[in-house]
């Protein structure tokens, strides 16, 4: 091979033609620390991937009128523009619904929910009886929602693990999660809810914001965190002597918040403040499939220093 005549090509891509490279490099260039390893896509590569869906539109279009020889779209006029609505749908409803639905928290986490599923709605009634959106050949409205198939599931696993515990408390209910005393369930119910909407968001917004946004936000979180401190007052766990809903629903902070700790180099959730919440923490993380069930905690580390980071 040494010895054959090598013919080598060089081509330069201007950044504006792999933006998805262009993103990671930015990302790399604002980074403090000099490497990174991400297990999932930093934040920001999602907005860069919104704006490709859209653009890959454009492309396809381009290939269905330069290659027309092996067709996207029908070629009857009124499939063809049937075909292109459901494409503009797919752009301007489905994908900012199903979007939302996974960043948005409480109420506006609930209304975006409700939206992508009356949106989704209509694309079930378009595929009835169907292989694909255009009948038995994959066409221009398939590419254009195939992101459907690829990131749906992913958003799902966040989105409905609290809706995956009330399914178990429903189908298994030889062994409740929830207690059986119509109050006492309400209760565990509410501080499940009172964990997505207020103690998340806050804690999270500790540990990702700087200055004097910081320190708002964790005067917020510990104000949350004193509510839970009180439900836990001579409690091993929220519900009482056994492990229910709610400490499933708030086993991230057990998990997640010794972490962020040790990142931003200050204590949360101290002996002196939250001394019932601090051993509830020791409790939960002690369970055995708990325990196990766990990510290794150096991969955590550099999971969420690189989140600090962007």
Request: charged share 30%; glycine share 6%; proline share 5%.
């Amino acid at each position: 091979m040494v010895d054959s005549d090598w013919n080598c090509v060089v081509k330069h891509v201007y950044r504006e033609g792999n933006r998805l490279a262009d993103g990671l490099a930015h990302l790399g260039h604002n980074m403090k620390n000099e490497i990174m390893f991400f297990e999932d896509p930093p934040p920001q590569i999602f907005s860069i991937y919104e704006d490709d869906c859209r653009e890959s539109l454009v492309i396809l279009e381009y290939i269905e009128d330069t290659w027309n020889h092996n067709p996207l779209l029908p070629q009857d006029p009124y499939h063809k523009a049937t075909a292109r609505f459901w494409v503009k749908f797919g752009d301007d409803k489905v994908l900012p619904s199903i979007w939302n639905a996974f960043i948005k928290q409480g109420k506006e986490l609930e209304d975006a929910i409700d939206e992508a599923i009356e949106n989704l709605k209509l694309l079930e009634e378009q595929l009835k009886g169907k292989k694909f959106f255009g009948g038995e050949k994959i066409g221009l409205a398939d590419l254009a929602l195939g992101w459907l198939a690829n990131l749906v599931p992913v958003f799902e696993a966040i989105i409905e693990s609290l809706v995956i515990l009330e399914y178990i408390e429903d189908t298994w209910n030889h062994n409740p999660l929830l207690p059986q005393d119509p109050y006492h369930k309400a209760t565990a119910r509410f501080w499940v809810k009172f964990g997505d909407d207020k103690v998340l968001p806050s804690v999270w917004s500790a540990f990702i914001k700087q200055g004097k946004e910081q320190e708002d936000a964790i005067d917020e979180a510990i104000e949350n965190l004193k509510l839970l401190e009180e439900q836990l007052k001579g409690k091993k766990f929220f519900g009482g002597e056994k492990i229910g809903l709610a400490d499933l629903a708030f086993g991230w902070l057990a998990n997640l918040v010794p972490v962020f700790e040790e990142i931003i180099g200050m204590k949360i959730i101290d002996e002196e403040r939250f001394p019932s919440l601090l051993a509830w923490m020791h409790e939960f993380s002690q369970v055995a499939i708990i325990k196990e069930s766990w990510p290794p905690r150096d991969k955590l580390i550099i999971k969420f220093q690189a989140f600090r980071a962007i």
